[in-house]
């Protein structure tokens, strides 16, 4: 692992291509380190100049009057290699590279001299931050090691007050593979009061990756969420022990992933050289370990502040009593927390007979609380939401608010910091105008949230509840496994072997039915007589397939006929598949044609696997069988998975409601998909290394009782890039 603590946590730190004029990286990046009360030692290595910047210079690291944990290159990248070289000779333990110009930039040389940074640091055994990185922060050691702008405080401090002896508040990290994203957290947040430990960017990642920093920063007593911006992960094998540490430390990881778009899948590669992946497969890893997905800068920073201010006090459910004198304003909230899957109860008679002395008679007590501005100067924000959080119908409160004026809530200081103190349940202020810097300051030493976007405030209280819902369940001590029915390895991995690139349905079914997937398949008939043989086997209609690994898609070819009886249809069904394949591709290796009952009514879907370049085996599931794409009602899971999390993801489901039945139509038999999703997901897992993609679709999900039908299967084996 590397040693992130002495590229983080330096005693001494060099700064090689220091300038003195400040309107230039060079120098502004000197400027910021000195503008704050570092409390180590800084030495400017300059091969022109005496004194930087008032500061005793030095021509090189080699000269330094003691080897420094940290040298900072600020110098163009051509130079940066040997510059390197020489701090690896001087001892240096930790670099960075601020420097473009590498593995981001079209043509071969810029990947080359990364490819030489990453060796040179390998073997001096240098932890190396970058290249083209906007730096890093500390806040926790005032050492800010950038030319970001946002550092340049002016008198302020970088962390605000946290007050001692009431409720402790949470600290935020950010970790950004882009800079000046990674900086803009901390712009958006401080002005919230909002208390950062960390700023660090990785930039192209040869050497350390932004996992490496998570991975640290959750050891760090002063880091309690985390935010990220990712544009790719270097090491997937990373992902999953890092993400499973934070949450079972509960430090939540709240990241924003690119790369949904074409558009900006190119603009990851141009900016840091990433290649975005999958984000189907990336959002499945963070479903899987309670990553909440990033929206937004400013929905992270909010998320962050609900999560810092109500650390170790997350809400216990989904429902939110909310206090507002505006009634308007209080039926958006209300409207919003239904927007995530809130509840917005009516409060119980006991804490409604405790309000209504207080509200006049156009006021309300059921929830949204409408206490009207008669009562807000009365009794206060802090006691109504006191109080509706006394009831046991809430789980959260919102108080909808102006925050303009900033004398009420000076009146009110003594209550707001006692009530903020001893509050058991967590609260926040909606302001639906901008607030008064005093009155942020004053909510923020109070430990309220003062949340701006209406969308935001209800959204953090659902992720807040959605996580530790999570979380619980997650650290709940679980059986040993039982031993895996079905699965005969050695048997699908021998038919797996003898089969070809592709594998059309008779053989893919074949070698799926060796876990317990579906039935074995039925005939296949090389003739016309053998599929009437087939078909006289069978009491009833039956369907007719054709067989061929050289065409996947049987229907867009005419290669399938359904629900044919008598002597005389299934020859004609299979004359007219044969013709319609060779006419669909004359030189196609036709295997014969399957045929096999009909199966019953059901809701169909599909199940799928696609092996990530960067994760692996992907399993997804779909509502809709062979109109799928246009429903685009999907779930993905990275394989394998545990029945807990099948039910899941047929949860996520928009259309899950149907399994339960609908219109008179019996439940779906749900316990039989979620058997064939597990024993799938095993199949991918098991067979990784040589199956690409898994296709069963349909599936027919029959009434209760009845299980499932596969209807039809696809195996690709191979490379990824075959």
Not at 23 to 36: D, K, M, S
Not at 581 to 590: C, E, L, S
């Amino acid at each position: 692992m590397p040693d992130i603590r002495s590229l983080l946590w330096p005693e001494t730190v060099a700064v090689i291509g220091a300038a003195d004029d400040t309107n230039i990286l060079r120098g502004r990046l000197l400027n910021v380190i000195r503008q704050h009360d570092f409390p180590g030692r800084i030495y400017p290595v300059s091969r022109s100049l005496d004194e930087v910047q008032g500061i005793k210079a030095y021509p090189s690291v080699a000269e330094l009057p003691e080897p420094a944990d940290l040298a900072v290159l600020i110098i163009p990248a051509d130079a940066v290699p040997d510059e390197l070289e020489r701090c690896g000779a001087a001892g240096v333990k930790a670099a960075l590279v601020m420097a473009s110009g590498f593995a981001e930039e079209p043509g071969g040389r810029g990947g080359a001299m990364q490819d030489r940074i990453r060796e040179i640091a390998a073997r001096h055994g240098m932890t190396v931050s970058g290249p083209n990185s906007e730096g890093f922060s500390n806040l926790a050691r005032n050492l800010c090691v950038t030319f970001s702008p946002t550092m340049e405080t002016e008198g302020r401090p970088l962390v605000p007050d946290m007050p001692t002896g009431r409720r402790a508040r949470g600290r935020v990290a950010v970790v950004a593979q882009s800079g000046g994203v990674g900086f803009s957290f901390y712009d958006r947040g401080r002005p919230k009061d909002l208390a950062f430990s960390h700023i660090v960017t990785t930039g192209n990642e040869a050497c350390i990756e932004s996992l490496d920093v998570v991975d640290h920063l959750l050891d760090d007593d002063g880091t309690d969420v985390i935010l990220m911006f990712m544009e790719d992960i270097k090491s997937p094998g990373l992902f999953a022990p890092t993400a499973e540490r934070a949450l079972r430390a509960g430090k939540p990881l709240v990241v924003a992933k690119i790369g949904r778009s074409e558009a900006a899948a190119r603009a990851a590669m141009s900016h840091t050289a990433a290649l975005t992946g999958s984000f189907d497969a990336y959002r499945a890893q963070f479903l899987k370990f309670g990553v909440i997905e990033g929206r937004d800068p400013d929905a992270m920073v909010d998320l962050a502040q609900g999560f810092c201010a109500w650390k170790g006090r997350l809400p216990a459910g989904r429902r939110v009593g909310i206090f507002t004198a505006s009634g308007g304003g209080g039926g958006w909230m209300a409207d919003a927390c239904a927007e995530v899957g809130l509840e917005v109860p009516e409060l119980d008679a006991a804490t409604r007979a405790a309000i209504d002395p207080h509200l006049p008679a156009y006021g309300t007590s059921r929830n949204p609380v409408d206490g009207t501005a008669q009562v807000i100067r009365q009794k206060g924000y802090a006691e109504m939401c006191e109080m509706i959080a006394g009831s046991a119908n809430v789980d959260a409160v919102v108080a909808v608010t102006s925050a303009r004026n900033p004398i009420g809530w000076r009146r009110e200081r003594d209550k707001l910091l006692r009530v903020g103190a001893e509050i058991a349940k967590p609260t926040f202020f909606w302001a639906y105008t901008l607030p008064h810097d005093e009155v942020q300051s004053l909510a923020a030493e109070a430990g309220f949230p003062m949340i701006t976007n209406l969308s935001n405030c209800a959204a953090t209280i659902a992720e807040m509840a959605a996580y530790r819902a999570f979380r619980e369940d997650f650290l709940k001590p679980t059986s040993i496994a039982p031993p895996r029915e079905h699965a005969d390895e050695a048997a699908a991995k021998s038919l797996l072997r003898n089969a070809g690139p592709v594998l059309c349905e008779v053989e893919a079914r074949r070698a799926l039915a060796a876990y317990g997937i579906g039935e074995p398949p039925g005939a296949l008939a090389e003739t016309a007589a053998a599929a009437l043989a087939a078909a006289d086997a069978i009491d009833g209609p039956v369907v007719l397939k054709i067989q061929s690994p050289d065409i996947t898609h049987k229907t867009d070819a005419g290669g399938v006929v359904v629900d044919v009886s008598g002597e005389a249809a299934v020859g004609v069904a299979y004359d007219r598949i044969i013709q319609a394949a060779r006419d669909h591709d004359p030189v196609a290796d036709i295997l014969g044609v399957l045929v096999e009952p009909m199966a019953a009514d059901g809701i169909e879907v599909i199940l799928g696997v696609n092996r990530d370049r960067q994760f692996g085996p992907i399993l997804m599931l779909g509502l809709g069988g062979v109109h799928t794409e246009i429903l685009g009602d999907t779930a993905f899971a990275p394989a394998p998975v545990t029945p807990d999390e099948a039910w899941a993801l047929i949860g996520r489901l928009k259309a899950a409601a149907l399994f339960d039945g609908v219109r008179g139509q019996p439940a779906a038999d749900v316990d039989a998909l979620v058997r064939l999703i597990v024993r799938l997901s095993q199949f991918a897992a098991d067979h990784a290394e040589t199956v690409r993609e898994i296709d069963i679709n349909p599936v027919r999900v029959h009434a209760a009782g009845d299980g499932v039908s596969v209807l039809d299967a696809l195996i690709i084996q191979g490379d990824d890039d075959e």
